[in-house]
């Protein structure tokens, strides 16, 4: 069964660092495009940025670029999104997801509420 | 990359069809046989529920079909029934590994 797990979120001032993980088990990691996916509230689904298999290739949304990265460890079979400077706007649900060819979304964690506020 | 056009709610009494649209440009829709639909209960993760326009992942009941034409996409829910309330996104791949969410439509049975 595939599980994907986050961790990592809570609440952050503004501009400051937060640092969330994914772990996966359920299918053989390192075969698989890994994206990150968020909800702010009372909105809908916001694609943040992917991560090929091996980790070489890397994407983000305009309004994250410059500010989030995202990393793998396939040997720990994780995922990271590394958020700085972060906004009241980057408030929301993130979600660990795994990528396919074509775009979609199969299998989603439970997702981690991120709060950026004062 | 601008979000999809979705409305942002739609209604059906039980056993009857609903359709939800979801329209973009020729860079994402209309350009790529790649549209998914997920479902989303409250306070629940989305699950896909169509993928590449009109297929469906194994266990999803085949009440649920897609369709695309030029820039629109559609989902059809045939025999509403209760537990299909839920909001409904769509997506679409946008190129260069990226891809875009329309804004969702909350789906009410009567």
């Known amino acids: 069964e595939v599980q994907l797990v986050e961790s990592g979120g809570g609440l952050v001032q503004p501009g400051g660092p937060l640092r969330l993980s994914c772990a996966a088990s359920?299918?053989?990691?390192?075969?698989?495009?890994m994206s990150w996916v968020r909800q702010a509230p009372g909105k809908g689904l916001e694609w943040v940025a992917n991560?090929?298999?091996?980790?070489?290739?890397?994407y983000f949304a305009g309004s994250v670029e410059g500010r989030f990265t995202i990393s793998r460890d396939n040997a720990e079979n994780s995922l990271f999104l590394q958020m700085n400077s972060l906004r009241a706007e980057d408030t929301a649900v993130y979600y660990c997801?795994?990528?396919?060819?074509?775009?979609?979304?199969?299998?989603w964690g439970q997702g981690i509420r991120v709060t950026v506020s004062s | 990359q601008s979000a999809l056009t979705q409305p942002p709610s739609a209604s059906g009494s039980p056993g009857q069809s609903v359709t939800i649209s979801c329209t973009g440009t020729?860079?994402?829709?209309?350009?790529?046989?790649?549209v998914s639909w997920y479902q989303q209960h409250p306070g629940k993760a989305p699950k896909l529920i169509i993928y590449?326009?009109?297929k469906r992942p194994s266990g999803v009941p085949d009440r649920f079909s897609g369709s695309k034409s030029g820039n629109t996409a559609s989902l059809t829910v045939s025999g509403l029934q209760a537990e299909d309330e839920a909001d409904y996104h769509c997506?679409?791949?946008?190129?260069?590994?990226?891809?875009?969410f329309g804004g969702g439509t909350k789906l009410t049975v009567l």
């Open positions: 997801v795994r990528f396919r060819p074509g775009g979609y979304l199969d299998y």
């Open positions: 359920g299918f053989t990691f390192n075969l698989y495009w």
């Open positions: 991560i090929k298999e091996d980790g070489s290739q890397k």
């Open positions: 020729s860079s994402d829709v209309g350009g790529y046989n790649y």
């Open positions: 590449e326009v009109n």
């Open positions: 997506n679409s791949y946008a190129g260069s590994h990226t891809v875009v």
